[in-house]
């Protein structure tokens, strides 16, 4: 059995971590970190520590209507994308411990494709 990060736990939700393989689970969000468990494996898990946490980057749809996934970039390991039911109460827990100007909003398809076209035809 993995021995839990948190102390005292702020939200317990279902939710879905996307790395390679689909994975299901729940998150755990407590006063030390950020926590997702597989809810069939139990020697796969994912544990980051607040101090760990570099960004959250949400993927925002319809104007605020729709959060399908949002990501925690770390400062050593990279990017973990989740995915839930309820994002919003998941993006308030974290929003407890990570400052508000490390929440981003991601960049839109127009967004990606504006800049690859600039960097294309950019003048050297």
């Known amino acids: 059995?993995?021995?839990s990060l948190?102390?005292?736990v702020d939200l317990v939700?279902?939710?879905t971590a996307l790395t390679g393989f689909t994975e299901y689970g729940k998150i755990m969000i407590g006063d030390k970190g950020f926590e997702f468990y597989n809810s069939r494996d139990s020697r796969k898990y994912i544990?980051?520590?607040?101090e760990d946490?570099?960004?959250?980057?949400?993927?925002v749809l319809l104007k605020g209507k729709w959060i399908p996934r949002y990501a925690i970039q770390t400062k050593k390991n990279g990017n973990y994308i989740f995915?839930?039911?309820?994002p919003k109460k998941v993006l308030r827990a974290i929003r407890?411990?990570?400052?508000?100007?490390?929440?981003v909003n991601s960049l839109s398809f127009f967004d990606v494709v504006k800049r690859a076209m600039q960097s294309r035809f950019k003048k050297k």
Do not use: F
Request: hydrophobic letters at 40%; charged letters at 20%; a negative charge.
């Open 1 to 3: 059995m993995v021995q």
């Open 6 to 8: 948190n102390t005292k």
């Open 13 to 15: 939700i279902e939710a």
């Open 47 to 50: 544990q980051i520590p607040w």
């Open 53 to 59: 946490v570099e960004n959250v980057i949400a993927s």
């Open 83 to 86: 995915s839930s039911k309820e």
């Open 96 to 103: 407890k411990y990570v400052e508000p100007n490390h929440m």
